[in-house]
């Protein structure tokens, strides 16, 4: 994964501090070609990576990278699923059939040859595939070499301690997509206790990375022990806490974490955008043997810590 | 470790599930819902057990308490049922669909002495609760208006028969968006007990309002206004904000942050003249297993803890959610005197 990667939340109006800005941001971003000039920007100082929800809008994103492939020659999206407020507004509105109804193409249940309702009853798995091939549609022909579940999938998944989807929806996407599993949470520590559990190792795991402990559940202390001395390739996600800290603060505090493979960030300014880009090329460390599960880091063995 | 049970598993009910399922002091046992797709998920999945009837769950199981999260005609029964059986009860807002129901109810809660709390989440809310200490600090001096306010993205086309397109079965927003902007309101400025001049709108829907306006006057004589509509889709997601007008000052508060614009500097407070921000970074509730807001895990930890210490608590009682049914109640016999000037 490259250092720096490139977020979506600013254009779609997601600001965890604050709603005017979030209003302010929907303005700005009311048309597309707004999010393609800032997405220029960042292609424009180096950076190569955007990370997105599959929010409607990204569809046409997508068709304007697949029209313009000179300019997005080594880009990558990494995809993350499902957009939550889709399906949540969705659930309240029609129901969790109905939801299936809307958001899978064609008739669901007839999707399901054999045995319709019933079938989808009990075949989740197949469900969850659908639901995978329906989202990740408005991406072919591009790179997505890294594809995402959401965080509030992952984490109910997590609470309902349904460790077995993990492990489906790893295989799933490695086999078909192939492309590496990533997982964002709001639980890192329980979360990779938990794939490990069943069989995922060395996952990539975007979560809550920042000074102040904002959004990183469990107390900052047991992240911190969990980025010094187990096995997985974290990306930092919310490390300015949602605005609370000022970028330089807030980079040079991952230096400390050698293991922190990529930072996620999102900015509208090309000015906010450099500088956050050069913070982050500076403080984070390099990785010689980039992905590789046995790096000497990993394994030093006065770091590594029986888990109960 | 304290033995729990579910009882719905809609979009509340399955969070509460993964919160309960995240929390160190709970073992939860079992799960019920009608709907076999949910049922089968759980059965497949999971090693908790399942049921389709309530009182066959709770009469095998023996939790200590129950949380229930059903559509909102069903809250009576099935919270009766777990209260005469002895359980601690968690149920999901609205309380009600009647102030007698929840009536009968607060008071067997508490002939009892079983904890009981309602869902309103909102008081969970490091924000919220920041304005409600502002205002006990009285740092806008006398009010002398309010407005509670709920937006959001729920029905945006006309389409949709769900138990939540029956007024009857407490759909419509007025049950769903707007009980948490008079529980807020009723909680942090005062207990209304007038209503007037309300409206409830159609907008998408065909059986039950999209929008709720109108005015609330409270027992300390202070009047305010409610506007709630959950067919704007300029708004990503819910979004819940109260503003106080005082004499001395405003205060805007919602889920993300607290401004407020004081006309003199307070020294006790060491807040300057003029607009203050402060946001959810410096307020947030810190919780050991994170769902969609500290909000939804805080209300189950505060819940688990009053179990644990045997003390009913301050927050989101059975009475508290009573009275918000009684000025939902208000509300419809307000509006029913209005002559139809809309939908």
Known sequence: ?308 | MIKGAIIGLGKMGISHAAILGAHPDVDLVAICDTSPMVVNAFKKFSSVKTYSDYKIMIEKEIPEFVCIATPTRFHYPMVKYALNNGLHVFCEKPFCLSPSEGEELFKLANSKWLINQIGYHNHFIGTFRELKRLLNCEIIGDLVHFSGEAYGPVVTKEKGNSWRSVPEEGGGCLYDYASHVINLVQEIIGRPIKASGTQLKRIYSKGVEDAVYGILTLENGLSGILSVNWSDETYRKMTTSITVYGKKGKIICDATEIKFFLKEACKKEGLEKGWTYRDITEFAIPVNFYLRGEEYSAQIDHFIDCIKNKKQASYNSFEQGLHTDKVIKMLIEDYKLQKPWTK
């Open chain 1, 1 to 308: 994964m490259d250092k720096v990667i490139f977020g979506d939340n600013q254009f779609f109006a997601i600001n965890h501090a604050s709603e005017e800005k979030a209003r302010e941001q929907s303005i700005r971003f009311k048309e597309d070609a707004a999010i393609i000039k800032v997405l220029d920007y960042a292609i424009e100082l180096g950076i190569n990576t955007f990370m997105c929800t599959t929010h409607d809008r990204i569809a046409n994103i997508c068709e304007y990278i697949r029209c313009n492939p000179s300019k997005f020659i080594n880009f990558k999206i990494y995809p993350c699923m499902p957009y939550a407020h889709k399906y949540a507004n969705a659930v309240t509105e029609l129901g969790i059939i109905g939801t299936i109804k809307q958001y899978v193409p064609g008739n669901p249940f007839n999707t399901f040859a054999k045995g319709g309702l019933a079938y989808l009853n009990s075949d989740f798995i197949a469900l969850m595939k659908l639901l995978i091939d329906a989202e990740m549609k408005m991406f072919h022909g591009i790179k997505t070499p890294v594809i995402f579940i959401q965080n509030v999938l992952v984490d109910m998944i997590l609470g309902l301690k349904m460790f077995t989807i993990f492990k489906e929806y790893d295989s799933y996407i490695r086999s078909n997509y192939h492309a590496e599993p990533g997982y964002i949470t709001m639980n890192m520590p329980a979360l990779l206790d938990a794939l490990n559990i069943v069989g995922i190792e060395n996952p990539i795991i975007c979560s809550s990375i920042n000074k102040i402990g904002f959004r990183m559940s469990g107390g900052i202390e047991i992240y911190e022990k969990y980025l010094q001395e187990k096995c997985f390739r974290p990306m930092a996600m919310q490390v300015l806490a949602a605005g609370a800290l000022s970028p330089k603060e807030a980079i040079e505090y991952l230096n400390k974490f050698p293991k922190i493979e990529s930072v996620l960030f999102g900015a509208s300014s090309k000015v906010h955008i450099q500088e956050t880009k050069e913070l982050i090329e500076k403080n984070l460390h390099d990785l010689p043997l980039k992905n590789e599960f046995m790096h000497p880091i990993y394994n030093d063995s006065s770091k590594i810590v029986i888990r109960s």
